[in-house]
DNA sequence: CTGTCCTCACTTTTT
DNA sequence: GTGAGGACAG
């Protein structure tokens, strides 16, 4: 059994690594290799003989979890690495829930509500209280329970608290706690939990029963968390709990890269971990591997701005790299234009892949204009989050009658398609079961199949709604003997889904259908998928399939479809990622900071580590656009460029000439001549600012001094060179000549095509292998 | 009860 | 500009 991945790691690394007895706590900086160093400790942990189903590893993003898995597989043979627990908070708890969910009173296939199930629910709620949803708002009032839950604060608890329930009067809001109430009631007669149930209950299940607290102490005796910054308080006393017998605990983390605290992220889970075990060993990743020291440099000299962080200091080793570019737009339209045009030149003069290049914004609606102005370059795209397939309305329809089968409890899935496709049971009838059902404390489900004796409707609409019952049980049928695809398929057809979304001729229409027929192949995949690790259940079935649904973001359905493509993406989604080129847009005032975190320091301080996060992402090339009018809500606003932008070290900027007539707008006027990507200023500038930022960065090691070595491709060169650079020199290009490149260094043509003007040339550089270039674009130094 | 038209709120961020 | 939800007529 061999370690030898060991010797690839710098020695805190290592000792992060090797250290996998008692508490320890990894402060990783940006880019220091914390992905790696996760992975490379649950492969040492097997290695040693760690048995796989000890170790429990907690990421933060399902993504994050199949990563990490993936590249475990590739480290440790066998198949010891699938019996591993890994994977979010939500779905380990949610798969020890259901295994233990009788102890709460909840059958073992309760529903999972999404957002938009408890905030209907909410929304009845405040309907049958009489409340005025205006001055409850739903959104708000699911927010007050969230972080009561996400404090271990029951409905119960909450009421009996004097300050708790002062303040909602102050506000407003007197009834709030019993809107909680009455939202805990309602979840736990539908069978239902909430994402914030899943870690409150897990809370509750342990500390009410110390035997299966034990029972998993004793499985976990290995326990990982990564992006410990972002648990909060549940969380933190669940990982706290489990870790009490071994100590075996390993988080990591990074205080400046805490972007969730308006979910109830917690910092101080992070600051107090000293306290709790007071034996911990702290390693601090600090060495960047990721990106050039100008992007190091900008990171840091915003993060610098925030009064609450750790002591730390980001530092690399890596080149200069160029200068940050900044864009100014006058419109969001022209802002979208301007990065496509960026994308386009940086795909020409740096033969970047699209899939090297994203695009970041901080809410979603920024994607709309970026989406344009990349169709019309030709520039294929991928959208991470944003309206993921399973929010949609026809899939949620689809999987509403699944989960409805399932457990038939389920309120919200209930409502959801009672009357869709219409059959005649209309509102009216709806709310007289609602009643019927609170009159008798029965379920929805349980008022209409014992309709005969609870009796909410008569004549016509009862016959309609026990046709309904009727319907469901029939699809019950199914669950222990068809395959999940089977009856998913039989209830998309009987059910008239498949009907009602085949009349619609429309574009949406046609693209709503082929989307559920794309969620039942998506079952069928599953069907024929063997589980795959042992304690998998292995059936097939439709329940099984329908499990984790709930905790699903991102389909990556499209993994087929070209890979290389341009990533968009919010920032929140984009943490962990990493791209050579990234833009990221937007970067006005009221929009990034939002205009909702401007009331407190603490929330300000948090989109500056978001944006933090933003720059740490690029690797080589970094730019900020901003637009100074933009398209809200359907009115031309005025913004002014972000804050952010000016505690940015000017030295690391490219800042457009100001006597530069609009021409720093154009990316493409004279790109022919000068590459697109290259900063633009007089020589004489250039030279100085290259220079500055190594002097002015106080933090950076000695070591840090990148001693004179070999050229390295990615430092900007000095601009006089240029002169040397003549368009005949290229035309007498042949093949097996060496040439020079100014980023990518010495290097042989291998062949030369195209027509002139349009001639490409194939050249294996010695450090960075075959490119593709254009010679009109490529800047090539012919060697004599 | 159904379907259509109109109004209004919407833009943080995610499990 | 858009999508959800309410008002209203059939």
């Not at 007669?189 to 409150?200: H, P, Q, Y």
């Not at 899939?355 to 370059?377: F, G, P, V, W």
């Not at 943490?575 to 603490?602: D, I």
């Amino acid at each position: 059994m061999s370690d030898s991945f060991l010797n690839e790691l710098n020695p805190i690394q290592r000792q992060a690594v090797e250290n996998t007895k008692g508490p320890v706590m990894i402060i990783a900086g940006a880019g220091s290799g914390k992905t790696r160093v996760l992975t490379y400790r649950i492969a040492h942990l097997l290695n040693s003989g760690v048995d796989a189903f000890n170790i429990l590893s907690l990421t933060f993003t399902n993504k994050a979890a199949r990563e990490m898995k993936e590249r475990i597989h590739k480290i440790v043979k066998g198949s010891e690495a699938s019996n591993l627990w890994m994977g979010t908070f939500h779905s380990v708890f949610a798969r020890i829930l259901r295994f233990e969910a009788e102890k709460l009173g909840y059958p073992s296939n309760f529903t999972i509500y999404d957002t938009d199930d408890s905030k209907s629910l909410i929304k009845t709620i405040l309907g049958e209280m009489q409340l005025d949803d205006k001055i409850y708002k739903p959104s708000l009032v699911l927010n007050r329970i969230s972080n009561a839950k996400n404090n271990l604060i029951s409905a119960a608890q909450y009421l009996a608290q004097a300050e708790v329930l002062e303040e909602d009067r102050q506000a407003g809001k007197p009834k709030l706690g019993l809107v909680y109430e009455a939202y805990e009631k309602r979840c736990f007669k539908a069978s239902a939990m909430d994402f914030d149930d899943l870690l409150f209950k897990t809370n509750v299940l342990l500390k009410k029963y110390p035997e299966i607290l034990y029972k998993y102490q004793q499985k976990f005796r290995y326990i990982l968390v990564d992006e410990y910054q972002d648990t909060n308080f549940s969380q933190y006393l669940i990982v706290k709990k489990l870790a009490a017998m071994y100590q075996n605990i390993c988080v990591v983390g990074d205080d400046a890269q805490s972007i969730y605290a308006f979910r109830g992220a917690n910092i101080q889970n992070i600051l107090n971990f000293e306290k709790d075990y007071p034996e911990l060993k702290v390693f601090k990743l600090e060495q960047n591997y990721r990106s050039t020291k100008t992007i190091v440099q900008a990171a840091n000299s915003v993060i610098r701005n925030n009064k609450e962080q750790l002591k730390k200091v980001v530092w690399t080793d890596n080149v200069v790299g160029e200068r940050i570019r900044l864009l100014k737009a006058s419109t969001d339209n022209e802002e979208a234009t301007l990065v496509a045009n960026g994308i386009f030149d940086l795909r020409m003069n740096m033969q970047l892949p699209n899939s090297d290049i994203a695009i970041l914004y901080r809410t979603n609606s920024q994607s709309r204009s970026m989406e344009e102005s990349l169709r019309k370059r030709g520039i294929p795209y991928r959208i991470y989050g944003g309206l993921s397939f399973y929010k949609r309305k026809e899939i949620k329809d689809l999987l509403a009658y699944c989960r409805l089968t399932i457990n038939p409890n389920d309120e919200e899935a209930l409502k959801r398609v009672i009357n869709y496709p219409a059959r005649g049971i209309g509102k009216t009838s709806l709310e007289k079961i609602i009643v019927a059902a609170g009159q008798h404390g029965k379920s929805l489900w349980d008022t209409i199949e014992g309709m005969a004796l609870y009796r909410p409707l008569n004549g016509a609409s009862a016959q309609k709604v026990i046709d309904f019952v009727t319907m469901i049980k029939s699809f019950q049928h199914g669950l222990k003997t068809a395959s999940a695809y089977d009856l998913a398929m039989h209830i998309a057809r009987s059910s008239g889904l498949l009907k009602e979304l085949g009349i619609d001729k429309t574009p949406e229409g046609i693209s709503k259908h082929e989307n559920v027929l794309e969620l039942l192949n998506g079952i069928q995949e599953f069907v024929h998928t063997l589980p795959e690790s042992d304690d998998e259940v292995a059936e097939r079935t439709l329940d099984v399939f329908m499990q984790d649904i709930a905790l699903l973001t991102d389909a990556d359905e499209n993994e087929k479809e070209d890979p290389n493509r341009v990533s968009l993406m919010t920032i929140h989604a984009a943490k962990g990622l990493e791209y050579p080129a990234v833009f990221v847009v937007g970067m006005e005032e009221n929009l990034f900071p939002s205009q909702l975190s401007l009331n407190s320091r603490e929330e300000l301080e948090e989109e500056r580590r978001l944006f933090y996060v933003a720059i740490t992402r690029a690797e080589k090339y970094l730019t900020l656009s901003s637009a100074t009018t933009r398209f809200r809500w359907g009115q031309v606003t005025h913004s002014e460029p972000s804050r952010f932008l000016e505690e940015i070290d000017p030295s690391l900027l490219d800042i457009p000439v100001a006597s530069e007539p609009k021409g720093f707008l154009d990316f493409s006027s004279d790109r022919s001549d000068f590459g697109g990507f290259t900063p633009r200023n007089t020589s004489s500038t250039l030279k100085t600012k290259s220079a500055k930022p190594q002097e002015l960065n106080p933090i950076q090691p000695l070591k840090g001094f990148t001693p004179l070595k070999k050229i390295n491709p990615d430092t900007p060169q000095n601009p006089n060179i240029k002169s040397t650079f003549i368009a005949d020199d290229v035309s007498k290009l042949q093949t097996g000549m060496e040439v020079v490149h100014e980023r990518f260094g010495p290097g042989k043509v291998i062949n030369i095509e195209g027509r002139t003007g349009e001639l490409k040339a194939t050249i294996f550089f010695q450090e960075v292998g075959q490119k593709q270039l254009l010679l009109k674009f490529a800047r090539l130094k012919i060697n004599e």
